[in-house]
């Protein structure tokens, strides 16, 4: 006991962390009941989650290969060879996931409770920096899974970020390190992954925990007592003096019992659900893909599937750039008057209809096939009124060489009203409905289409036959709109609502 003492004792006088530390151990904390009490957890399991992810990740690095060769099979190694490898991918994956969820609760909460306002005002700039930065953790983590969903998520957002108006181009080319999702795609992301954004995590979550400390947590809000930047200190002071406890004891056994859910749940998850399936490597020819991102992401997937394609190069940057504008401006425009939420009714009507929208969009995102259909039956040559073998031979095509994975055909024809009923219409939503094909583009035009892809339509060039292309084209040539409405008419607007990529 001598001995431990002697060095504690040494370490202390050459170093001072325990008179550091103590006083962050002692210092007062507003008094919270058992009702108000349990919100202020969320910010520490944050914390608790963010470390999960840190020694996780630590460990799945020493195993994991960067590169676009060694990628998924140092993957592969680590799901099924390494000890505890399955588990540890699990770790990190529902770690991530708690990470989002919890920073999302956090900030809600923080909105909720108007612990913002002065003189909080940075404590909630550093947390809008942290908050994106989780995001941007799960997107960029989300490739280096360097399987099919991982490869063609990136894709996809890759080419949406293209369409941005004047830097589309320079922001996909910055984004995908080159003019393809490569090699070269893959390196960028882990070096943002494992060096660049974890290091302003750490910046911000010092200068943010430093703020709690310096500036106190908020008390719960008192309907009546507006904030005012003039008398809040002092007003502060007084209430700690008066009801406050320390934080040792007092208030940290309630996120210490939160810590050990968060870990509980992550370590729950791991073992029973486990990680994300490893899909087949990345090939770009193959095209029973099912690009999804994972489930933080998703609902904006929906946005950009729902809104018409012409406002997505708008919606794309412009939607996550005006959050941010917004959550920035926020603490410097309402950091006075009253916290409680019950006097805020603007504020929480906003808040609850971000929640309805974004699980509304959520569960669109989980119903709706973001691309290839792949429980598409071949159409019946029947049903299509085909005179001749050549666009029958199309049809099937149409099918075997899975463009019906992607694109939809009015079965009977949109000139044939005679035929009511359902499935009118089969195939999938990811490129443009097909069934005005004849009336809106020549020979030509499908032709090139067909051959040269592009927007996430591959390039047919050298997976089909000259006779084989002739047949598509030619049956899609049949497919048009009712003889006599205009060209633009109104099966093009269904198209349109139906294209998710264009
Ligand atoms: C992986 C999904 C996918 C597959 C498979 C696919 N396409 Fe596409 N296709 C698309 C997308 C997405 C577009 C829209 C591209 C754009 O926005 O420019 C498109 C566009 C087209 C167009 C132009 C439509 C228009 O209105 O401009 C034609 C024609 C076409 N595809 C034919 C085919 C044919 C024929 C096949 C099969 C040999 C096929 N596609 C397979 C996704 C696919």
Known sequence: MAIIKGILGWLEDRTGLGAAVKPVLDHKVPYTNWKTG?????????????????????????????????????????????????????????????????????ALHVFIVGAFKFPREVNWL??????????????????????????????????????????????????????????????????????????????FIGLHLFLVIRNGISEPPERGEAVDPKTYRQRYHDLLEKTGVPFWPDAVWRDAVAAIIVVLGVVGLSIFVGPPHLEAPPDPTELRVYPRPDWYLLWYFSVLALIPPAAEPYVILGGPGLAIVLMIILPL?????????????????????????????????????????????PIDPAVLKLSDA????????????????????????????????????????RGPDLSTTGSRLTKEQIVVRILNGGNSMPQFGTLLTPPELDAIVAFLQTRKLPTGEHQQGKANEVEVSTNQKK
């Open 38 to 106: 349990w919100w202020y957890v969320l910010g520490s399991a944050v914390l608790v989650a963010f470390m999960i992810q840190v020694i996780s990740g630590i460990a799945l690095s020493t195993s994991y290969v960067s590169s676009a060769g060694e990628a998924y099979n140092s993957l592969k190694f680590i799901t099924d060879e390494m000890i505890f490898g399955n588990f540890l991918r699990g770790m990190h994956f529902w770690g991530g996931s708690a990470m989002v969820l919890l920073v999302g609760a956090h």
């Open 390 to 429: 050549q666009t029958q031979l199309g049809a099937k095509l149409f099918y075997e060489k899975g463009c019906q994975y992607c694109h939809a055909i009015d079965v009977y024809g949109p000139s044939d009203a005679s035929q009511p009923g359902s499935p009118r219409v089969v195939g999938g939503a």
């Open 126 to 203: 550093s947390g809008v920096v942290l908050f994106f930065t989780t995001l941007a953790m799960g997107f960029t983590g989300q490739l280096l899974r360097w399987d099919q969903t991982a490869y063609w998520s990136v894709i996809v957002g890759a080419d949406q970020a293209a369409r941005t108006p004047f830097i589309g181009e320079s922001l996909a080319k910055f984004v995908m390190a080159g003019n393809t999702v490569g090699g070269a795609t893959l390196s960028r992301f882990f070096a943002y992954h494992v060096f660049f954004i974890p290091g302003i995590i750490f910046l």
């Open 333 to 377: 425009i309402a950091n006075k008057g009253e916290r409680s939420p019950l006097r805020r009714p603007w504020a929480m009507g906003f808040v609850l209809l971000l929640v309805i929208m974004i699980s509304t969009l959520w569960i669109t995102g989980l119903v709706s096939p973001w691309s290839p259909d792949l429980t598409t039956k």
